[in-house]
């Protein structure tokens, strides 16, 4: 329900002075999964981009798909790539090389995250990255929740697919390879969207900094504001 309500606060245009914040980059390795891009402005999301398995030729995929990564690069985003499955490698690789400004995503590794309240940690990372998406979904939260999601069935499948149980440990949300073996499909398109949530610049921190790019292109002089006046 919170995914639909997303989908219905959603517009085709990016909110206007909100730059393009980060890339989640879900890799190829070829069979019938596309390489997905999902497009953050803070909570607005352009479209995911999907590129047929078939058009990243093997012997090239990492220079292929760093390639199709700058074609839909805008305002200097962070691209996060993930590395699960070693298909990340090579294009991590070339997007470093050509000055791009890349993290690493490995949904395996341990996390010191915790939940908005303190009180939950993760098994690891995967759990944590859909556990603060979910919570960002919240429409109940100060506020109300940031995230407007384009109208997609793919991806409302795929961010509602993967389950998740508390352990000792903390929250352990279901393996990706386990989804999809029960599913018997890969949910790349869900997985792009909650990486590219799970970290980079957000209103709450940088809303300031947006401000002052947007008045500078519009040639005016950022202003301090002191006190009510």
């Keep these: 329900a919170w995914i639909k309500e997303a989908m219905s606060r959603w517009t085709p245009k990016s909110p206007e002075g909100i730059p393009m914040c980060t890339m989640g980059v879900d890799c190829s390795g070829g069979g019938t999964d596309p390489m997905v891009i999902a497009r953050r402005h803070d909570g607005w999301y352009a479209p995911n981009v999907r590129i047929p398995a078939k058009e990243i030729p093997m012997d090239r995929a990492g220079a292929v798909s760093a390639g199709h990564v ?38 395996s590794e341990a996390t010191a995250r915790r939940s908005k309240d303190g009180k939950l940690k993760f098994t690891n990372t995967r759990s944590a990255a859909l556990w603060i998406f979910r919570e960002a979904l919240d429409p109940g939260q100060p506020g109300g929740s940031p995230i407007r999601l384009p109208n997609d069935p793919v991806l409302l499948a ?52 947006w401000l002052d790019q947007k008045q500078r292109k519009r040639g005016q002089q950022p202003r301090v504001v002191m006190g009510r006046r």
Aim: proline share 6%.
């Design 70 to 107: 700058i074609t839909y690069r805008r305002d200097k985003a962070l691209v996060i790539v993930d590395m699960g499955g070693g298909y990340g490698g090579p294009t991590y690789e070339h997007l470093v090389t050509n000055e791009v400004e890349t993290a690493m995503y490995k949904g």
């Design 158 to 209: 795929d961010l509602t697919a993967p389950t998740f149980e508390p352990t000792p440990n903390g929250i352990r949300v279901e393996a990706k390879e386990d989804v999809c073996d029960r599913l018997g499909g890969s949910t790349d398109d869900g997985d792009a969207v909650m990486m590219a949530w799970f970290t980079g610049p957000k209103e709450i921190t940088d809303a300031l900094s």
